[in-house]
């Protein structure tokens, strides 16, 4: 059965630090490019916020370059988020997803697999 099941979510402060994990089961997520998207309380799904290519280049919106990472681990067929300095702005359903990177430069990519998503919140 193919899975996407991210973790890592939580509450969190300003300016503070979280790590979410996607790992995959069913299949190897490393002949995929794998994006992460959110969705904040009462907007539409924004994304892919990053993506992570099969040779291993990186992209980033504009709006988290700088303070989101994405990297994977293929031997562990998981592919991380490290989110630093987060604001409130920040407050959403991520969800990860694993499909084909069609633009680099457009940031755009076909999603095959969705996970179900984990919660980040951002407050004091």
């Known amino acids: 059965q193919v899975q996407l099941v991210e973790s890592g979510g939580g509450l969190v402060q300003p300016g503070g630090s979280l790590r979410l994990s996607c790992a995959a089961s069913?299949?190897?997520?490393?002949?995929?490019?794998i994006g992460w998207f959110r969705q904040a309380p009462g907007k539409g799904r924004e994304g892919p916020l990053c993506i992570s290519s099969t040779d291993g280049s990186t992209y980033y919106k504009d709006s988290v370059k700088g303070r989101f990472a994405i990297s994977r681990d293929n031997v562990k067929n998981t592919v991380y988020l490290q989110m630093n300095s987060l604001e409130p702005e920040d407050t959403a359903v991520y969800t990860c997803?694993?499909?084909?990177?069609?633009?680099?430069?457009?940031?755009?990519?076909?999603?095959?697999?969705w996970g179900q998503g984990t919660q980040v919140t951002v407050s004091s």
């Open positions: 997803a694993a499909g084909r990177l069609t633009s680099a430069q457009a940031m755009g990519m076909i999603p095959y697999y």
């Open positions: 069913g299949f190897s997520l490393d002949g995929y490019a």
